[in-house]
T-cell receptor, first 112, second 112 residues
Framework: DAGVIQSPRHEVTEMGQEVTLRCKPI?????LFWYRQTMMRGLELLIY????????DSGMPEDRFSAKMPNASFSTLKIQPSEPRDSAVYFC??????????FGDGTRLSIL | GENVEQHPSTLSVQEGDSAVIKCTYS??????FPWYKQELGKRPQLIID?????GEKKDQRIAVTLNKTAKHFSLHITETQPEDSAVYFC???????????FGKGTRLHILP
């Protein structure tokens, strides 16, 4: 079991650029979650999918953020255009019915 | 929707003493309460969880208690050790593969 795999681990880019974060959930897991963590706001749920379908995107801050899950083994979170206030650690987590959520190692995003 | 309050935000404990972190939740339908530990620069990891049909659960030096009537639950760490220093998050949800609502976290310092 390789766990939840996120890439890249670190991303530094200039404001206005498009940022794409990637996540591979644990094989067999059917729910996937994207979180954002900052010192000020803690751990916030942005969006989650069940069986590749977005269930709740009420945490997505604004239209600059979008997420997709084209298949059971891959999801992306895009920010376009990026802003300095988007700087944070973004975590992906996955679970299967009856199991606790498992987190990936996160992507540390810095927008200059 | 569910709201989880966590206290204290910071806790310093002498090595060997006990630490207690308390959380309250608002949705009486919540029935699953996980606790996550996050070491500096690492991902949140599940350390213990409890379902609403159980009042207490223990795993070595860690225990969690749940009072459904009062809608609060607590994490107890006994005989604290330096490696217990981390941020601890409580959470609540109705279903484990549904979104879980996290508290703001408690930064635990174990003093030598």
């Amino acid at each position: 079991d390789a766990g939840v795999i996120q890439s890249p681990r670190h991303e530094v880019t200039e404001m206005g650029q498009e940022v794409t974060l990637r996540c591979k959930p644990i094989s067999g897991h059917n729910s996937l979650f994207w979180y954002r963590q900052t010192m000020m706001r803690g751990l916030e749920l942005l969006i989650y999918f069940n069986n590749n379908v977005p269930i709740d995107d009420s945490g997505m801050p604004e239209d600059r953020f979008s997420a997709k899950m084209p298949n059971a083994s891959f999801s992306t979170l895009k920010i376009q255009p990026s802003e300095p206030r988007d700087s944070a650690v973004y975590f992906c987590a996955s679970t299967y019915r009856g199991q606790p959520q498992h987190f990936g190692d996160g992507t540390r995003l810095s927008i200059l | 929707g569910e709201n989880v309050e966590q206290h204290p935000s910071t806790l310093s404990v002498q090595e060997g003493d006990s630490a207690v972190i308390k959380c309250t939740y608002s949705d009486s339908a919540s029935n699953y309460f996980p606790w996550y530990k996050q070491e500096l620069g690492k991902r949140p990891q599940l350390i213990i969880d409890i379902r609403s049909n159980v009042g207490e659960k223990k795993d070595q030096r860690i225990a969690v208690t749940l009072n459904k009537t009062a809608k609060h639950f607590s994490l107890h760490i006994t005989e604290t050790q330096p490696e217990d220093s981390a941020v601890y998050f409580c959470a609540a949800t109705v279903n484990r593969d549904d979104k879980i609502i996290f508290g703001k976290g408690t930064r635990l310092h174990i003093l030598p």
